[in-house]
T-cell receptor, first 115, second 113 residues
Framework: GAVVSQHPSRVICKSGTSVKIECRSLDFQATTMFWYRQFPKKSLMLMAT?????????EQGVEKDKFLINHASLTLSTLTVTSAHPEDSSFYICSARTPNTGELFFGEGSRLTVL | AQSVSQHNHHVILSEAASLELGCNYS??????LFWYVQYPGQHLQLLLKYFSGDPLVKGIKGFEAEFIKSKFSFNLRKPSVQWSDTAEYFCAVNAATGNQFYFGTGTSLTVIP
């Protein structure tokens, strides 16, 4: 099946710094990618839809200035958590939808810990 | 926006028991429906999906789900679970005219050998 890869898988940073997470579709082109946040014992919360070549679409309640999304190519979307705080610590998952089957494939996730 | 409800938060079964996990969604239009599974330490994988046609869909590893439009439900079933089915199960809905996927809160399944 299609492969979506995230990097880094784990990152620890100090409060106030920015962290960038990459999401790549390895064997297909994805005009749209999605960023989710997964809380412990909770479901995946859709944060935003990343659109290649245009601005991301954010879900209600998600701060676009804090969670910067860039989708510069058909195989790469990045999520930058700016001025991270401990409450931003979470598991961030990206996904991409294959153009042919419409299935959603997920990356391995990135665990962010903000000290 | 769509919403998805999974009423079973944590299910514990013995091996060979039958499984049914509930999933209800709220959206008035045409939807695509999915069940995803997350095994311990692994990323989400597709179990099965419904786009159209036969409302009873079969997925991998013996799982099946039935779409009942009148009840806005898409329950997941397996006649006989195995220890290896221990995982987190997520129901998801996607409006047929849209891109976003919305997930339920997940059901944690523990199968006791």
């Amino acid at each position: 099946g299609a492969v979506v890869s995230q990097h880094p898988s784990r990152v620890i940073c100090k409060s106030g710094t920015s962290v960038k997470i990459e999401c790549r579709s390895l064997d297909f082109q994805a005009t749209t990618m999605f960023w989710y946040r997964q809380f412990p014992k909770k479901s995946l919360m859709l944060m935003a839809t990343s659109n290649e070549g245009s601005k991301a679409t954010y879900e209600q309640g998600v701060e676009k200035d804090k969670f910067l999304i860039n989708h510069a190519s058909l195989t790469l979307s990045t999520l930058t958590v700016t001025s991270a705080h401990p409450e931003d610590s979470s598991f961030y998952i990206c996904s991409a939808r294959t153009p042919n089957t419409g299935e959603l494939f997920f990356g391995e996730g990135s665990r962010l810990t903000v000290l | 926006a769509q919403s998805v409800s999974q009423h079973n938060h944590h299910v514990i079964l013995s091996e060979a028991a039958s499984l049914e996990l509930g999933c209800n969604y709220s959206y008035g239009g045409t939807v695509n429906l999915f069940w995803y599974v997350q095994y311990p330490g692994q990323h989400l994988q597709l179990l099965l999906k419904y786009f159209s046609g036969d409302p009873l869909v079969k997925g991998i590893k013996g799982f099946e789900a039935e779409f009942i439009k009148s009840k806005f439900s898409f329950n997941l079933r397996k006649p006989s679970v195995q220890w290896s089915d221990t995982a987190e199960y997520f129901c998801a809905v996607n409006a047929a005219t849209g891109n976003q996927f919305y997930f339920g809160t997940g059901t944690s399944l523990t199968v006791i050998p």
